[in-house]
Every structure is written in structure tokens, then in C-alpha cells.
């Protein structure tokens, strides 16, 4: 928001400097983020009048002027043709510099001797554009600074809004907070509309369709209007802040909008069929050309303004190029309007559309002000452009917005702020802002009950109001307190401490953490060559995606780590190890909404080990990244797990990949990454990856580690050889062994499988290490053989195996 000291002061009386103003809006919330001098350093240009003109003698397109200065003449060579003796016009006296850092002085031009310049609007930075150089007003005194004799020396404040102000998207707005920072009284324009003829009801109407979209609707109707350019001063005003002229009728609903902060259009009544207005819903792949000439396609759900027949403006975006005012218009139709905020923040995006107008209506017009905004531009336009208003005015409003009253206690104030600021003060600090405390409303308790005006939308809760009362105050003026706080002792969750303890451990052994976005293109998860009915191809879609690559929420990890593999090898490092732990999402099944889970993805592939004289270099297998996974299931006390060769993932080698289970529960996969996929993620080496559902894992692990004393007695292994079929895997065999270690086995591994020479074809040769002991004797040859002949004559019984 640009606003002007100028401007300012037709509101509000006020005798701060601008940097003391810029100072004090900073620290009321309303950030100034620049200060533009207007005619500073531009005193040496003057009020002078030209007393001869001569055409140059050697140049026909130059003239020879002799300027009264009101100290002396000089001679000026110009090479505008807008000027006679007589004008008054502003020179630029040699020393000068204009905008632009453009550096007048002493000159000849063919040969004829120049003191300055006669200047052009453009070339004081006052017009974008200048035919000619600026004729004054014969009023003027001669010599007086051009700047200062104009009235236009000034100072504009670039003002960086936060969204929660839309109050102060308007000229009054800032004059209300500059009036409650000096205890002056905010003076509000006011109009005067004479009314003529007819009611407008016999030229228009209005209808609301959706009044959901817009509660709000009024119009009034002027007749015999005569386009054409505006006043100077308005010129002016308008472009102090960065606005182009275009013709009267538009200027003064511009002009009104940044007065009063409510945006406004007119509409030529020739191109409204039947005078009638309906405000309703765009039919869907409705086309529509807007004043820029643009022309879009419309959605259901964006809101127009319609006449009888066709639409005429994108409702709070900007209005339509079938109607808007022309230099032969005679009547037109004002509009003003609340709409829905939700809805134009929307409809302008979608059609990528930020406008002036959708500015403030996203942010929340005031609905109370449309009325007050309608007579003023009338009012204008009367004036200006010749215009008789029609009597009366359309106001459709069926359903009023309820008014807003907060209660307040001085107490909550003095805890929230650490200060006693007392209720007198806070009444006298919320009123300065426009806001009524409502009669009879102070009780003994030391509590008000404050009306909130329709143009505060921000303001909804009683902190609302303290923060308010805070930077009226003065936040310099607000004492520092060190703060009071307790702390309690709370034990952390399980959970975390386990995430904790993988992220330690991945770190211990070499793996280096990634960390990807949570948001993956839809067909991400297909590439993983999945089917259905699995539910991670059923991802939950984001409603408003910043781009097609992240339009979904990533119902697994793996993509994610392939794709960091494939980037990281076509940088040639080529040997990696990486992990990631983070959720996934799910659709909640019945609901909307979403269900997450924690996963544990994790990769290697190159060597297993950096070069070195020392080391014994080989690639990774299967067997390096099932260890680590080994480590971490026994690390967290994950009691029976057992890794399963049963088909696993579709993006896994088939026969080189397996479930990690506990019992029946599948806890992930491990394995070799397929071919075809490794292909499809542009993998040019052997990748080995596992992936954990770290909810599942942390409900199979050990709570609380349990110590037992070592056995003072020693234990005994004893050693055996088996010969069984090769489909049977040695999970099997430990799993039958584990169940009859018996009251003297300790543990079993296997430490050796053999086929070739000597074992019959489709035959293995499996070697067993039991290991026997007892906390309450040294056991006897007797014990041993005993209870390792059952074991052996268990697994011989179930799984038909021979004793080697």
C-alpha cells in the first residue's frame, strides 16, 4: 500500500516528520518499507515566464527563448512546440538534477548559448507521459520552487501490510492509526448526492443468486455523463502512488477504492441487457474476455457478475472488456459489493489474476462501507464528469452479518502482556482505532464488552483485542519481565528414543541419512511395478499441488531412495550407503482423511569397504545389508525373527530377496532390487535395499531388557552334521532346533552348509553348534548327549534329515 503525508493530511491533522511517521507506523504493525521524496532536491527548478520566443537560426525545429527567472533573464534553447510568450512554465536552472540523475547545465546548442531547461511533466517524475513542456498557472510567483508553488512537494510510504490488515488498504485506514497515535479526530469525506429523475428501480436491478458467494450488493445509476480526462489534481494523486489516469469515471472508482479501501465498477448501461444485474456461480467451460483482454475459461466455481443475459465482470477479479466504459458512454451503472473472500482468493489464482480489486476482496472488504463508498464516487462523478444521479439505491443485503462484541478483562491483558495497563486507558486506546465500548458494559470485575466494526475482520477473540491494545501502547513502552516458568521432569516416549537409537545405529555403521520430500508424482509408486489391490497405489492426492511432480503423498519410501541412488551415481559416487526414516501416508479407509506409518528404507551398492592397502575389496552382496538388518532386530530385542524366501515385493529380485517376519507378523522385506527396476530408475549397479514398517517393529521389541548373572559353571558345545533336502532352509532347521533345546540348551547356529563331492544330488550337508550349560551344576557327558540326541532326533523326525 502506497500512501502520501498529503494525503494523509486531508483526514487528519497531524505534525510528525516523515521519518517520525515512518518510525511510528513501523511500530504500530504497519511496516514502511521505503520513503519516496517527492521534489526533493529539486528547489533550483522554478516558476519562471517566457517573454520572447525566436525560432533557432540554424535549426528549424529549435526555438530561442529569453525566461524571467524573477531575478533576471536568461536565455533557454527549446525543443518543444507547445509554448508562447507569456506562458509560465518551470525551468530547470543550470546545477539542477532531475529524476533519473539527469544533470542541467550550462550549454550551446548550434551555437546559441542555453542557462537550463524548460521542463516537461515526465521530466519532473510527475507524468509517466508529456506532450510538451508544462504550461503553469499565470498565478504563480516568479522564481517561487516549482515543487513548492504546485502544492505537490510530498513525502509516499511504500507500506508492507500483513494479510490480518485489510483495514489499511486504504488512505483512511492509515489515518485512522495516525489519528490514534496523536489523539487527533479522523475527519471522513463527505458526500453530497443530489439526486435526479426517475428511481433507479424503473433503470435496474439486482439479483443474488448466491449469497453465500456474495451477501452483499448495491448499485446506483448515473445519466448524462461525459467521459473525458481527469482534473489535474486527481492525475496527480493518483499517480503519487503509482496509479495510471486512464478517464474520469474510472479514475474516481479508483481513486475511491484507495480512499476508502472498498474496490468499485462501472458499468456502461448500454451493455447491460435489460439494466439487470445477477450475481451467480460461471457455467462450467463458460469462455469470458476481461478488461485486459484476456479471455478465460471459466469453472463452476468461479463467481460472476451477470446482466440478462451473458456475463459482464469476474466478480471482486475484474470486469468484463463486453461492458466496461468508453470515451461515448453517457450512463453508467456503479457498482459496490461484498464478496465471499474464500471465493475470490480462488478464482483469482486459478485464473492467475491479482488485481487491486481481488487484493482486498481476499483479505475481507468491509461490508459496511459500501454504501458510504457508492454516494462518494457518485458523488464525484457529478461533479467531474457532469453526471446526474438517479434517486435512490439498490442495496440488496437479505441476510445482515452479525455484529461482533468481545469481552475483555484487564487481568487477561495484564498476564498475556506483563504490564498494568488499566481499563480507562484500554477503552481510550481501542477507541482512538474506530472501535465502541458498548454502554454499561464496565463491571466490577474489570471487564468491557468492545462492538468490533465491520472493517477490523481480524479481530475475533479477546487476545485479538490485548494484542490491539499492546502496540497502541507502545511495545517500547511495555516493561521486560524475565519470564516465569516451570519445569517438570516427563519421561520421553518409547517411540522416540527407538527412532533415536536406529538413527545412532544407522550412523555407527556407515549409513548416511536422506532426507526427501513427502510429496511424489502419481505414477511414482507404478514404477515399483506393484498391483492391485495394494494400497500404496492409492496415494492421498494434495488439493493443491505446487507441481505435477509432487501431487500425491508418498505411500513408500523406496522410490525416493532410488531415485537419490541414481543422482548420487551419475556424480560417480559410487560407493553408497543410505537410509531414511519417515512416514508414509495412507487414505483412512471411511474417511477423508489419513493414516501415517513409520518406515526404515534402507540401500547400499558399490564396495563394501573405501580402498585401501589394508582392506579386502569386494562389492556388496545380500549378506552385508541382511547383518545389518540382523543387528537391528536383535539390537531392539526383536524376539523370533525370521527372514522368509515366500515371494515378497514386486520390485525385488524373486530369488534373491525375503520377509522379515516376527511369527506371523511380516515386519518389511529385504532383497536385491529387480533388474527391471533398476532399469527403470536409470541404476547402472547392483542395488541391495530393505524396508521396514517401523510401527509394527516397535511393537515386537523388548520394553525393558531383563539382565540374568552368568552361570558360574562352564557350558559345552557339541557339534553335529546333517544331510536333508536342498529346498529346506536353515530357518527351518533353527526353528525346530530352538524349540527342543530342552532345559540344557543354551543357544544353536549353523556354521556350515556343503553340497558337491560326496552328498547325494538335491542333498545339503548342514552343520549344527549347540551350546549346553546350567546356572546350578557342571553337566555331565551323561546331560549332554541326552539332550542333544533329542534335538538331533527332532529335526531327523520333522524335517526327514540324516546324520552324517
Not at 550551446?108 to 510538451?132: F, P
Not at 440488496?396 to 487477561?412: E, F, G, R, S
Not at 532390487?673 to 547402472?684: E, G, R, T
Request: aromatic letters at 6%; one cysteine or more.
Amino acid at each position: 500500500m502506497i500512501v502520501t503525508c498529503n494525503w494523509l493530511r486531508e483526514f487528519v491533522d497531524f505534525d510528525f516528520s516523515p521519518q517520525d511517521l515512518a518510525h511510528r507506523l513501523t511500530m504500530a504493525g504497519l511496516e514502511v518499507e521505503g520513503m519516496t521524496s517527492i521534489g526533493e532536491g529539486l528547489d533550483t527548478v522554478v516558476v519562471a515566464r517566457l517573454e520572447q520566443v525566436e525560432r533557432h537560426p540554424d535549426a528549424d525545429r529549435l526555438t530561442v527563448c529569453q525566461v524571467n527567472n524573477g531575478d533576471e533573464f536568461v536565455q533557454v534553447v527549446c525543443g518543444a512546440t507547445n509554448h508562447k510568450a507569456g506562458d509560465y512554465i518551470a525551468l530547470a536552472q543550470p546545477g539542477s538534477t532531475l529524476p533519473g540523475d539527469f544533470k542541467i547545465k550550462k550549454s550551446k546548442i548550434r551555437g546559441q548559448e542555453s542557462m537550463g531547461m524548460l521542463c516537461s511533466e515526465k521530466e519532473l517524475g510527475l507524468s509517466n507521459e508529456s506532450a510538451g513542456i508544462m504550461i503553469l498557472d499565470s498565478n504563480l510567483a516568479l522564481g517561487t520552487p516549482i515543487f513548492e508553488a504546485l502544492g505537490l512537494k510530498d513525502t509516499a510510504f511504500e507500506i508492507g501490510l500483513t494479510p490480518n490488515r485489510p483495514d489499511c488498504l486504504s488512505v483512511v485506514g492509515i489515518a485512522r492509526e495516525v489519528a490514534a497515535m496523536c489523539s487527533r479526530p479522523l475527519r471522513l469525506p463527505v458526500s453530497e448526492v443530489k439526486a435526479f429523475g426517475d428511481d433507479i428501480t424503473t433503470s435496474a436491478s439486482v439479483e443474488l443468486a448466491d449469497p453465500q458467494g456474495c451477501p452483499r450488493y448495491a448499485a446506483r445509476f448515473v445519466r448524462n455523463v461525459k467521459i473525458g480526462a481527469s482534473p489535474d489534481w486527481m492525475v496527480k494523486r493518483l499517480e503519487s502512488v503509482g496509479m495510471r489516469s486512464i478517464n474520469n469515471v474510472v479514475d474516481i472508482t479508483n481513486y475511491v477504492m484507495l480512499e476508502l479501501g472498498h474496490p468499485m465498477h462501472a458499468f456502461d448501461y448500454r451493455y447491460l441487457d435489460g439494466g439487470k444485474i445477477v450475481v451467480k456461480r460461471a457455467d462450467e467451460g463458460e469462455l469470458f474476455t476481461t478488461l485486459d483482454g484476456t479471455e478465460h475459461t471459466l469453472t463452476a466455481e468461479d463467481l460472476m457478475i451477470c446482466d440478462g443475459s451473458r456475463s459482464v465482470a469476474m466478480a471482486g477479479v475484474m470486469g468484463g472488456l463486453n461492458s466496461e466504459v468508453k470515451d461515448d458512454t453517457t450512463c453508467v451503472l456503479l457498482e459496490a459489493a461484498y464478496f465471499n473472500p474464500i471465493s475470490i482468493r480462488r478464482t483469482s489464482k486459478r485464473h492467475g489474476l491479482h488485481t487491486e480489486s481481488s487484493h482486498r476482496f481476499e483479505r475481507g472488504a468491509d461490508i459496511d462501507m459500501i454504501p458510504v463508498a457508492l454516494d462518494r464516487a457518485a458523488s464525484l462523478i457529478a461533479v467531474l464528469a457532469g453526471g446526474e444521479i438517479a434517486a435512490g439505491l439498490i442495496d440488496a443485503y437479505p441476510a445482515p452479518l452479525p455484529k461482533v462484541t468481545i469481552n475483555l478483562t484487564a487481568d487477561k491483558s495484564e498476564r498475556l502482556l506483563g504490564t498494568r495497563i488499566e481499563l480507562v486507558k484500554i477503552m481510550s486506546l481501542l477507541e482512538g482505532i474506530g472501535l465502541t465500548v458498548a454502554p454499561g458494559t464496565v463491571v466490577p470485575d474489570g471487564s468491557i464488552d468492545v462492538s468490533v466494526p465491520s472493517f477490523r475482520p481480524d479481530l475475533e477473540r479477546d487476545v485479538d483485542l490485548i494484542e490491539e491494545v499492546a502496540r497502541l501502547f507502545g511495545y517500547d513502552n511495555i516493561p521486560p519481565t524475565m519470564p516465569v516458568a516451570s519445569l517438570g521432569a516427563q519421561l520421553s516416549k518409547i517411540e522416540l528414543k527407538q527412532e533415536s537409537k536406529l538413527r545412532n545405529l544407522m550412523a555407527g555403521w556407515g549409513f548416511s541419512e536422506i532426507i526427501n520430500y513427502s510429496f511424489i508424482a502419481v505414477d511414482t509408486a507404478a514404477r515399483l511395478r506393484l498391483v492391485e489391490p495394494d494400497p500404496r497405489l492409492g496415494p492421498v492426492k494434495i488439493m493443491n499441488p505446487l507441481t505435477e511432480d509432487q501431487a500425491v503423498m508418498r505411500t513408500t519410501l523406496v522410490p525416493s531412495m532410488l531415485e537419490t541412488l541414481s543422482r548420487n551415481l551419475a556424480y560417480r559416487s559410487n560407493d553408497l550407503h543410505m537410509y531414511e526414516l519417515r512416514p508414509v501416508f495412507f487414505t483412512a479407509e471411511g474417511t477423508r482423511g489419513s493414516r501415517q506409518e513409520l518406515h526404515l528404507t534402507a540401500a547400499i551398492t558399490g564396495r563394501n569397504a573405501p580402498v585401501g592397502w589394508a582392506s579386502s575389496i569386494r562389492p556388496v552382496d545380500f549378506y552385508d545389508l541382511k547383518g545389518v538388518l540382523e543387528k537391528i532386530l536383535m539390537t531392539l530385542g526383536v524376539k523370533d525373527f525370521t527372514f522368509s524366501s515366500e515371494r515378497s515385493e514386486p520390485y525385488l529380485h524373486p530369488g534373491k530377496s525375503a520377509l522379515v517376519k516376527s511369527g506371523k507378523i511380516v515386519l518389511g522385506s529385504i532383497g536385491e532390487l529387480h533388474p527391471l527396476v533398476q532399469k527403470d530408475f536409470n541404476l547402472d549397479q547392483t542395488v541391495f535395499i530393505f524396508d521396514l514398517n517401523l510401527d509394527l517393529l516397535f511393537n515386537q521389541t523388548i520394553k525393558q531388557v531383563v539382565f540374568d548373572f552368568p552361570s558360574k559353571f562352564p557350558a559345552v558345545d557339541r557339534d553335529s552334521a546333517l544331510l536333508l533336502a536342498a529346498d529346506i532352509e536353515a530357518e527351518q532347521v533353527l526353528n525346530v532346533a530352538r524349540r527342543h533345546l530342552g532345559k540344557y540348551g543354551q543357544s544353536v547356529v549353523i556354521f556350515d552348509v556343503y553340497t558337491g563331492k560326496g552328498i547325494p544330488e538335491g542333498k545339503k550337508s548342514l552343520a549344527l553348534r549347540v551350546r549346553y550349560g546350567s546356572a546350578e551344576k557342571t553337566l555331565t557327558e551323561e546331560d549332554v548327549t541326552k539332550a542333544h540326541g533329542k534335538l538331533v532326533n527332532s529335526i531327523c523326525h520333522q524335517l526327514a534329515a540324516e546324520i552324517r
